[in-house]
């Protein structure tokens, strides 16, 4: 009795304390709504409205033209084949890395995960160097000029590359989680390692394969530097999209491809999520065991071998290819040795460089705080619409970055907000594009902070704030940063997000490789290119020893 | 019951093993060390010991979970030492069960049958006869996830079973359910492992559990064997001070053998002589005498007896502590409910008499830890 008196008073004593916090949850909210919902909408009211009028007309248009429809099924075709032979390749590399005794698994490792911190265009880069008309192994070493690479083949390729990494990753973590115990069992019920794998291991990872298909088909999806540099006779939506906007200045028919290519991207990342909520029964509880043993059978091992070291040369020859065509004169015609190219990518593109990498410091630390104010807001309190916030701030993952990017320079390059050719507009761009994993650390981080902690704060007399501030944000630290090291890995490489808002005032590097490209200037485009890597993977691997021990501990 | 799973009880001798595990930078710990130990056929051993004594780690190798360094296992004399663990023939029960979640129950017990390619009648037949053995014919189509833990702990035992392995291992397989539960399910167990008469190793860091079910237990520490003896036998005459502790309360006071008759020895502790049935090959003349607390009793105090103050007293219901000071030593004296005649108060002055021929003698270095 005493208690259900007690009760109410003291949710209203919370409440008052921690007014000052709760504050910012409207200005999240406008931030949410005119930075996420706000360039979306305006987006799709440009594809049914026609002079202040709905129609479908544009619509109908499209979906009648035989061309935009085989535009539409060509990027279906090449989100399953990537999708598909992608998880087949992460699934058997994850394997071999966790269930097989092979040597140098640190090296192999790191080869595999390059790509994720490369702009996907350099793997176009890097193909067109070896494969291309005057490639390396096709003009130079087999003496053919081929345009096989061009088209669909080429574009597999390139997004098999650039993408496969990621599934990888998922698969590696989800390999690492089965119970070990249950393939022990299995092994000692007589099956061997082939049969545990079959029997066992990949009826548990299920849910997790179908996840790593939905997540290349939507990379798939959403990629716009290789469909622009490869695609050849074989154009796909998001390539598409931007002919329509930057060569025929069609924003209706621009803006109609981008409403159907959100949709099929919209459907697969729900289906995704459904999926990952569901791949929890197979990972390991509380009483399994997550030491697994290795095959150690020889022919096992070699095939492993020989796999993981196949996948990585491929990788390994695409950045020695690049590293080359930054240090010659004009790879495929002039093999001189020069430092031009490097020269010129650190002092012609010198802007591009600073400008990108200021831009992105900035937005990964917006996007950081963003996501953890969010999640508290979302894991700690009761406030009414928290979880719609939660949505829109997610979709970020689930629209392509081509939509959004779209959306931002239509949005706001007229009333009420103006910001075309402001660094804020980039700035807020790729905030928005890093919103949902700020807000996936945030709401990590949070849940290991057993909810007691803040509880005992507020006992001591500390507001909402101060208990934010003195308790929780030293605690989550390691991850806020590990969230702003990823933040900042996905802006610097988005080329479909920047595309269309970059300005002569703010340059970045994706934009600025591209359009060397068009020119031809090979050489500048590598030594860019290897600037960008360069410039991630200090970031990537500084970060963490300048902050010392706990933080990677804390990883 | 049923008879149908039996196979020739096989004998398992593992002899001289040692186990490492690697550590970073190259070092390695010892987990095992020169472990030896045979199992007759169809006898089950406990191999009982505290956390990190390497028991798991012996269970692991035998079923091939495991690199061993050095060591010989032999099953009816042929080397199963280099098989990978799919060919062992083996079974073994996990601490967590390890049922494959996406698997029915029937499936789940019928899965080693299946990888033998087994014709689907014969399946259908061992599966139910395993299931029923277990008392769970009912449950086959069920998923594990919808059995309680009893439950799944014994889908797990129909399905080691069900493969007639030529020998039996349990890790802690009681260690996840709650207390009543366990002391049913190991009678089961005891009762299923007699009537197939397969050889079994049992692995476990609970003494009751342990007493309960073996032939013969070999109390584990630090990687070897401290001793291997039938259950009363460890409890009454236990090699050194750690098996005795390990498996109970105990006393161990200093003595000194003062006579040795023929079949008899008269040892002093406490400034007390008692008579002791020799033992060959008995130690002396310093000794360590071992008295379990049920070995003592609390008398009044007179000549010719121990005498020493109650420190501290233990109401335990069935039964009470009593801590005695006597001299510079404490002892423990255990007294079941039904024996105590009078009530004792802490800081009481009273005498201590020994059960004849309840005690045990060491040599004083089976005290020390090796």
């Known amino acids: 009795m005493a208690d259900a008196v007690a009760l109410p008073g003291g949710a209203q004593e919370k409440i008052g304390r921690g007014w000052g916090l709760l504050l910012l949850y409207p200005v999240l909210a406008a931030f949410v709504l005119l930075f996420v919902a706000y360039p979306v909408a305006e987006l799709f009211s440009r594809a049914v409205m026609v002079d202040g009028k709905p129609t479908l007309a544009v619509l109908g248009k499209l979906v009648a033209d035989p061309f935009s429809r085989k535009v539409f099924w060509n990027t279906l075709l090449l989100g399953a084949v990537v999708a598909v032979l992608g998880t087949v390749i992460a699934t058997a590399f994850a394997y071999a890395m966790t269930r097989v005794a092979i040597p140098l698994k640190g090296m192999w490792h790191f080869l595999a995960l390059l790509p994720t911190i490369s702009p996907p265009i350099l793997m176009a880069l890097g193909l067109i160097l070896l494969y291309g008309r005057r490639g390396l192994v096709t003009h130079e070493l087999l003496g053919i000029q081929t345009t096989a690479l061009y088209g669909f083949r080429g574009l597999v390729l390139a997004q098999l590359i650039s993408y496969f990494p990621f599934a990888y990753l998922l698969m590696l973590n989800l390999f690492r989680g089965l119970d070990a115990s249950l393939e022990e069992a299995a092994s000692t019920l007589g099956a061997n390692a082939w049969q545990v794998l079959r029997t066992v291991s990949l009826r548990l990872l299920m849910p997790g394969l179908a996840g790593s298909v939905l997540l290349l088909f939507s990379y798939s999806f959403a990629d716009l530097g290789n469909p622009l540099l490869l695609g050849g006779d074989f154009p796909v939506m998001s390539s598409q999209i931007y002919q329509s906007i930057i060569g025929l200045y069609d924003i209706p028919q621009g803006a109609c491809l981008a409403l159907l290519l959100t949709l099929p991207a919209v459907l697969m990342f729900f289906a995704h999520k459904q999926l990952s909520a569901r791949t929890a029964f197979a990972t390991v509880g509380a009483k399994g065991s997550s030491r697994h043993r290795l095959v150690r059978h020889r022919g096992a091992r070699a095939a492993a071998l020989a796999f993981v070291g196949l996948v990585s040369l491929v990788i390994v020859l695409q950045y020695m290819t690049i590293i080359a065509g930054a240090t010659t004169q004009l790879f495929g015609i002039n093999y001189t040795i020069t430092g031009k190219h490097l020269v010129a990518a650190l002092t012609k593109s010198r802007g591009a460089l600073l400008d990108t990498f200021t831009l992105a410091v900035v937005s990964s630390a917006v996007s950081v705080v963003l996501g953890l104010l969010i999640a508290y807001f979302v894991a700690r309190t009761e406030l009414p619409g928290r979880s719609w916030l939660d949505f829109v701030a997610n979709l970020p993952l689930a629209i392509p ?59 001591m007399g500390a507001t909402g704030g101060q208990t934010l501030w003195r308790v929780l944000v030293p605690l989550v630290r390691p991850a806020l940063l590990a969230g702003m090291v990823f933040s900042f890995t996905r802006s610097v490489t988005t080329l479909s997000a920047v595309i269309f808002v970059v300005s002569p005032h703010w340059s970045l590097v994706t934009p600025t490789i591209l359009s060397q490209m068009d020119r031809g200037d090979v050489g500048e485009a590598a030594a860019l290119s290897l600037m960008v890597v360069v410039m991630v993977l200090l970031v990537v691997h500084g970060v963490p020893h300048l902050l010392g021990r706990d933080w990677r501990e804390a990883r | 019951m049923t008879t149908a799973h039996t196979t020739p009880a096989k004998e398992l001798r593992i002899s001289r093993l040692d186990k490492s595990y690697a550590m970073s930078r190259g070092r390695s710990v010892p987990a095992v060390r020169d472990f030896n130990l045979t199992l007759a056929p169809g006898e089950f051993v406990t191999l009982l010991g505290p956390s990190g004594c390497g028991k798991t780690s012996v269970l692991r190798t035998l079923a091939g979970l495991e690199d061993f360094e050095a060591g010989e296992i032999l099953l009816d004399g042929r080397s ?39 014709p689907d009648r014969q399946v259908r037949a061992d599966v139910a006869h395993a299931l029923e053995a277990v008392g769970l014919s009912e449950f086959g189509p069920r998923l594990p996830g919808q059995l309680s833990g009893g439950q799944q702990q014994r889908v797990a035992v129909a399905r080691a079973l069900v493969m007639k392995p030529d020998l ?21 167990l005891r009762r299923l492992q007699k009537s197939l008469g397969t050889t079994a190793l049992y692995v476990t860091h609970d003494q009751d559990e342990a007493m309960s079910l073996s032939d013969r237990i070999a109390v584990m520490r630090a990687g070897r064997v401290e001793q291997v003896d039938a259950p009363e036998a460890i409890y009454a005459r236990p090699a050194t001070l750690f098996v005795a502790g390990f498996v109970g309360k105990v006393n161990a006071l200093p003595g000194r053998i003062v006579a040795r008759g023929a079949d008899a020895v008269t040892v002093e502790t406490l400034g007390h002589r008692l008579e002791q049935p020799a033992v060959p090959g008995a130690p002396g003349p310093d000794v360590l005498v071992l008295a379990r607390p049920e070995a003592l009793q609390l008398v009044e105090p007179g000549p010719g007896m121990p005498t020493g103050t109650v420190e501290m007293i233990e109401y335990l219901g069935d039964r009470t502590e009593y801590r005695v000071r006597v001299g510079s030593t404490q002892v423990t004296v255990i007294e079941t409910a039904l024996a105590r ?20 003698l060491l040599p004083p270095e089976a005290g020390t830890p090796s």
Do not use: C, W
């Not at chain 1, 507009?425 to 902070?449: E, K, M, N, T």
């Not at chain 2, 199963?80 to 073994?92: D, M, S, T």
């Open chain 2, 341 to 360: 005649h009078r009530r004792i108060a802490e800081g009481e002055p009273v005498g201590l008499a020994f059960v004849a021929r309840a005690i045990h």
């Open chain 1, 401 to 459: 970055g081509t939509v959004i990017g779209l959306g931002f320079a239509l949005a706001f390059s007229g009333p009420p907000i103006v910001l075309t050719g402001t660094a804020a507009i980039i700035v807020i761009a790729f905030s928005v594009r890093s919103l949902p994993y700020g807000i996936r650390s945030g709401v990590a981080a949070l849940d290991q902070l057993h909810r007691s902690l803040d509880e005992a704060s507020t006992t």
């Open chain 2, 80 to 118: 199963i030492a280099r098989l990978p663990a799919h060919q062992r023939r083996i079974g073994l029960v996990f601490q967590n069960y390890a049922l494959f979640p996406h698997m029915s129950v029937f499936e789940n017990v019928a899965y080693s049958l299946r990888l033998r390619r087994e």
């Open chain 2, 168 to 188: 039996l291992l349990f890790d802690e397989p009681l260690s996840n359910l709650d207390a009543k539960l366990r002391v049913q399910v190991r009678a089961e």
